[in-house]
């Protein structure tokens, strides 16, 4: 059986987002003596030895490189297993990353004479107090699957999927497993989506929703913090200032400042936060009637078919405004007749238009048994992604956040594939083939719908002439005023002739 070792552990500064995430971590509740405690140093309630509940169990600690981030969470991790008999995982997105980061910083912290056994074939840390704690790569989704679990660590989670996520999560359920993630921001990801912008008030505009001055965050049970590599007290600023200077501007945003950026990669890069309706108010300013909608209204609904990738649908509604997204679809492993029930149901309305890929040949045929005739739009991603952009520019295209939040996501991180391939190969411009089909539902609901609502615009074709010298200015004008005179109608001599 090989030793564990304990690496050397570097001085630990203070830090107030870290002290804050800790205290957040710790924090307890006994609901039989309505009282707080912290865990550790008490594995129970002092007063009546039982169990309390987690204040949270989700917590999200967001930095910039060289930030911290792995070592505070690596010592809430530990605080873990200090609970006797607990089962803990420490994860990591791929296996180097999990021997280079995770387990060295678990090393630095725990001693040798805690240690009962440690198997660095099954990479099972066990423990004297009959803890276990689990090293685990997430390369695959399926990997998360396992044991029932006390709590999770996920280190560079943004690297990962909301996929990975949902498999692992179960395993959290039976013992209220807390959640800890640590990782640099990843632009609006999954990650900001549920659990950082959650965690804050103002809907992830402000830079610390959690921070010491605001430890309780919005959504019960949800803490975050975010803070920028310079504010870790080790590091130097002259370091920071150089790499400001020879970075890429966003690039430095994203892994010094710890900020959410849009890189230009983005297909519709940041119009998509400002088309967002939130509130009911915002929604009748474009759809008045609202929550109502006329029976008169044309209804749009963009399919994306799949059978092994997911079948998604999207629900618009036409307005005085322009269109508004009003409802999602997206599930995957169910017949043609599952399908067909639940997009009837999504559309709600006899004047709906549906819009498929025009290639999609047999999917119109099966939807058609079922009642669904389908009207086959242009399939050409660039014009498709031209015509979504036109529409977003004109500020005439709109989504309900409570309604297709998953719609948003997808547009949000949608991103072009490069355009070289990994031999040099220049290829035709098209998007990153990764959670897509509803921004294709989108898609092919306007090619069906090509005119943009009409705006109204300055139709004066005069030449400004404000700059030119005052006497040029009086003689245009009055050349104008002539102009502009009606002309009088030549008098009709010839019946006073005949007269």
């Known amino acids: 059986m090989p030793k564990w070792i304990q690496l050397p552990s570097d001085q630990l500064k203070y830090n107030p987002y870290q002290d804050a995430f800790w205290k957040a971590h710790r924090q307890r509740i006994c609901k039989t003596c309505q009282i707080e405690y912290d865990c550790p140093p008490h594995n129970v309630c002092p007063q009546c030895k039982q169990r309390g509940d987690r204040r949270y169990h989700r917590l999200t600690l967001l930095a910039g490189r060289r930030g911290g981030k792995t070592k505070a969470a690596s010592i809430a991790t530990v605080e873990e297993i ?239 405004n322009g269109l508004v997204v009003i409802g999602e679809y997206l599930e995957r492993h169910r017949t043609f007749v599952q399908h067909a029930g639940s997009i009837k149901m999504l559309a709600a309305n006899n004047n709906t238009r549906y819009a498929i890929n025009k290639n999609e040949r047999q999917p119109m045929m099966e939807l058609a048994q079922h009642g669904i005739f389908c009207q086959a739009a242009e399939n050409d991603q660039v014009a498709g992604i031209q015509r979504v952009a036109s529409w977003l520019q004109a500020k005439q295209l709109w989504f309900v956040e409570g309604l297709c939040p998953m719609t948003i996501r997808q547009m949000k991180s949608l991103r072009w594939a490069p355009d070289k391939t990994k031999d040099g190969q220049v290829r035709k411009e098209k998007v990153f083939k990764k959670e897509d089909e509803l921004p294709d539902c989108v898609r092919y609901a306007l090619m069906t719908w090509p005119t943009l609502p009409k705006i109204p615009v300055n139709t004066n074709t005069q030449r400004d002439i404000t700059k030119l010298p005052d006497e040029m200015q009086a003689a245009i004008q009055r050349m104008r005023k002539i102009d502009a005179e009606p002309v009088a109608k030549p008098r009709d001599i010839t019946g006073d002739f005949w007269l």
């Open 82 to 320: 200090c609970v006797p008999n607990s089962i803990v995982w420490a994860c990591a997105p791929t296996n180097p990353k999990l021997h280079r980061y995770v387990i060295p910083a678990i090393q630095q912290l725990v001693p040798p004479d805690w240690v009962s056994s440690w198997s660095s074939e099954f990479l099972d840390l066990r423990l004297r107090n009959g803890s276990l704690l689990h090293f685990q790569t997430l390369e695959d989704p399926d990997q998360g699957r396992g044991q029932g679990l006390d709590a999770v660590w996920i280190d560079e989670v943004c690297e990962l999927t909301d996929d990975h996520w949902n498999v692992l999560r179960p395993s959290l359920t039976e013992r209220r497993g807390a959640a800890i993630f640590s990782s640099s921001p990843r632009s609006f990801d999954w990650v900001w989506e549920n659990f950082y912008r959650t965690a804050c008030d103002c809907k992830g505009t402000c830079k610390n929703p959690a921070s010491p001055a605001n430890p309780t965050g919005h959504q019960k049970g949800v803490w975050a913090c975010r803070y920028s590599t310079s504010e870790n007290p080790i590091i130097s600023a002259e370091e920071i200032a150089d790499a400001k200077a020879t970075m890429p501007p966003t690039m430095f945003q994203q892994e010094y400042e710890a900020d959410f950026v849009v890189f230009t990669g983005a297909v519709y890069g940041g119009q998509i936060e400002d088309q967002i309706l939130r509130t009911p108010s915002e929604i009748k300013t474009i759809i008045p009637e609202w929550p109502d909608i006329a029976p008169w209204r044309q209804i749009l609904v963009g399919l994306d078919t799949g059978a092994d990738h997911p079948f998604g649908a999207v629900k618009i509604v036409s307005s005085e």
